[in-house]
Every structure is written in structure tokens, then in C-alpha cells.
């Protein structure tokens, strides 16, 4: 019975190329964050008229404005790596289809198998909680097995979206 479960050596490779194309689209996911959240570090208008309590402020000669606009430009029209561009491209088109499939594949490869450490405020002892398949699961609003579920249906697609064989794709 245990035999008929083993993967062969074209499904693992399949299963590792699937999760470094999460990881990818991971990572192309988050350097769009970090484009956004620059974007709102420049001062705006109306942030100046608060910070001088409604009057205009006297002009230093400086504007700060420049150098923001500057600093998106060169973020924007960095070059993004084929590969990357690829996965957000194919993990896009899985999300119209199951998003999520395509949630689930993301907590995988981002939270599952991971500690996060917290302090209880009240008794300030340390509590380290694994990030298991139930706390995936409960993440996600959904029990463990829907979760394991949702994951292995989302690999498996995605292989295929990515071309293995159905056979390679299990």
C-alpha cells in the first residue's frame, strides 16, 4: 500500500517546480507592496495643510517631490525577471479559475511548516505556534483536510498549467 503512495522522481521534480513558481509569485506579489507603500511615504497636500494647522507653509526652496517621483520611476522600471513575471501571469489565470486553490498554495509555501513566536501579554512567557495544517487551515476559514485538499488539487493544476503530463502531475 505504501508503495503505490511513493512519488517517482518526475512527480517530486514537478512538486519543487510548482513550489519555487509560488515562491515566485510570492515574491512578485511583495515587491508590488513595497512599490505601494513608497508611493504613500511622500508628504501630499494635505498632509502639509494639517501638519501647519491650515495655513500654507512658507517655502523652503526644497521639494521633496521630485526625489519621490524619482525613486518610484527607477521601482517601477526595474527589470523584473522573466520567470517572475511568468508565475504571477500563470497564478493570476488560476485565481479566476479557484481562488482559493490559489490562497491556499500561497499559505503553504509562505506560513506552513514555520514557528511564529508570541509573548502573552498577562503572564509574558513565550509561546511558539507551529504553523500545521490546522492552523493553515483556520487561516484560510476552512478545516485541515479542505486546506490539504485545496492544496494538492492546486499543484496539481498548476503543474499542468506549467506543462507536466497528468501522470508527472500527481
Given at each position: ?49 494639517a501638519d501647519f494647522e491650515g495655513r500654507p507653509p512658507s517655502g523652503s526652496g ?49 506560513y506552513r511548516g514555520r514557528t511564529k513566536v508570541a509573548i502573552d501579554p498577562f ?48
Amino acid at each position: 500500500m505504501a508503495e503505490q503512495n511513493r512519488k517517482t522522481p518526475n512527480q517530486r521534480r514537478a512538486r519543487e517546480a510548482a513550489e519555487r513558481e509560488v515562491d515566485r509569485f510570492i515574491a512578485y506579489l511583495q515587491g508590488l507592496d513595497t512599490i505601494d507603500q513608497i508611493a504613500h511615504q511622500g508628504r501630499s497636500i494635505m498632509g502639509m495643510w494639517a501638519d501647519f494647522e491650515g495655513r500654507p507653509p512658507s517655502g523652503s526652496g526644497f521639494s521633496g517631490f521630485c526625489m519621490l517621483a524619482d525613486k518610484l520611476e527607477k521601482i517601477r522600471f526595474r527589470h523584473v525577471p522573466e520567470e517572475f513575471a511568468r508565475a504571477y501571469d500563470r497564478l493570476s489565470r488560476m485565481a479566476r479559475i479557484s481562488q482559493k486553490q490559489v490562497e491556499a498554495l500561497c499559505v503553504d509555501r509562505f506560513y506552513r511548516g514555520r514557528t511564529k513566536v508570541a509573548i502573552d501579554p498577562f503572564t509574558e512567557q513565550r509561546l511558539e505556534i507551529r504553523w500545521n495544517d490546522a492552523a493553515c487551515g483556520q487561516l484560510l476559514g476552512c478545516t485541515a483536510k479542505v486546506f490539504q485538499r485545496r492544496v494538492t488539487k492546486g499543484y496539481s493544476q498548476l503543474q499542468l498549467m506549467m506543462g507536466y503530463r497528468e501522470k508527472e502531475a500527481a
